[in-house]
């Protein structure tokens, strides 16, 4: 059992920069993660996401502006988020694929002011 714990969100004016951050308890080399985020209203959409080799994907509104990183060593993966937009705010949730094995983090808010 793993479990993911989200940190780093918060209120930001428009154009600042936010760093996310998934902690999991337990080894997350295997893992596939995901960035997700859920805006009010809205479904649920996947943001980023990078495989153990560590290749990534981005949805193109955030393609430029985003960037998804996992550090194995500290088990965590980073979403470092720039001109940040009032359209980005959600809950951000951080999402992981081990061993066939489905982990979701609680969600960690973010707001951007215009």
């Known amino acids: 059992q793993v479990q993911l714990v989200e940190s780093g969100g918060g209120l930001v004016q428009a154009g600042g920069s936010l760093r996310l951050s998934c902690a999991a308890s337990?080894?997350?080399?295997?893992?596939?993660v995901v960035w997700y985020r859920q805006a009010a209203g809205k479904q649920r959409e996947s943001v980023a996401d990078?495989?153990?080799?560590?290749?990534?994907n981005y949805v193109d509104s955030v393609k430029g502006r985003f960037t998804i990183a996992r550090d194995n060593d500290k088990n965590t993966v980073y979403l470092q988020m720039t001109n940040l937009k009032p359209e980005d705010t959600a809950v951000y949730y951080c999402?992981?694929?081990?061993?066939?094995?489905?982990?979701w983090g609680q969600g960690t808010q973010v707001t951007v002011s215009s």
């Open positions: 999402f992981a694929r081990l061993d066939g094995l489905d982990y």
């Open positions: 990078v495989t153990n080799s560590g290749n990534t």
């Open positions: 337990g080894n997350m080399k295997r893992a596939y």
